[in-house]
């Protein structure tokens, strides 16, 4: 189960790469991420000892796991001016998590990509999809299928967004 929360933040950070697919002129500055997931909601049972462990285990990889509550996890991420003309999320999210994002497509406000990751910790692909409803939020679902440490996940998350601030530099709670 702990590698299985690693392969969901990451589909979760993947999950924002492609947000800026979409005609709707995002906003930028700081956004807030949400995701829901049948997984999600059993981060509770998770001690925390074991919790801190998996954390540790990400920031070896390079990733910031999002807190955890009710099911739910929460992170931030930043949207440059030049990213929002440029309506392309930076490739950082990819790298660190070992993935190449591609086929994206849009149609409206409305869009899809896939993506693939291959590291020795995250093997797999999956599906992101959304909808900008305007510049300061989006919704959508990714699914991911692979293994994360060896162990097999098949997971689906729903996502929201919303603008947070135009400094990226604020407080996002």
């Not at 002129?25 to 956004?31: H, M, Y």
């Not at 059993?42 to 074991?50: C, G, N």
């Not at 949207?79 to 086929?103: D, L, Y």
């Not at 299928?145 to 996940?153: A, E, L, R, Y």
Request: hydrophobic share 35%.
């Amino acid at each position: 189960m702990q590698a299985k929360k690693i392969g969901v933040s990451l589909t979760t950070l993947l999950f924002s790469a492609g947000l800026c697919a979409a005609e709707v002129s995002i906003k930028p500055g700081l956004w807030e991420i949400t995701t829901t997931s049948n997984l999600l909601s059993l981060a509770s049972q998770v001690p925390p000892d074991q919790m801190k462990n998996i954390n540790d285990l990400a920031k070896e990889y390079g990733v910031e796991l999002p807190d955890i509550k009710n099911g739910a996890a929460k992170s931030t991420t930043c949207v440059t001016p030049e990213m929002a003309k440029q309506q392309v999320m930076p490739s950082t999210f990819e790298n660190q998590a070992g993935c190449r994002v591609g086929n994206i497509t849009r149609n409206g406000n409305a869009y899809r990509m896939n993506y693939v990751c291959k590291n020795p910790q995250l093997e797999g692909n999956g599906v992101a999809q959304g909808t900008l409803t305007d510049a300061q939020h989006f919704t959508g679902q990714t699914t991911f299928t692979g293994t994360v440490q060896g162990n097999p996940i098949n997971e689906q998350a729903n996502i929201q967004g919303k603008w947070l601030a135009a400094n990226c530099n604020a407080a996002s709670q």
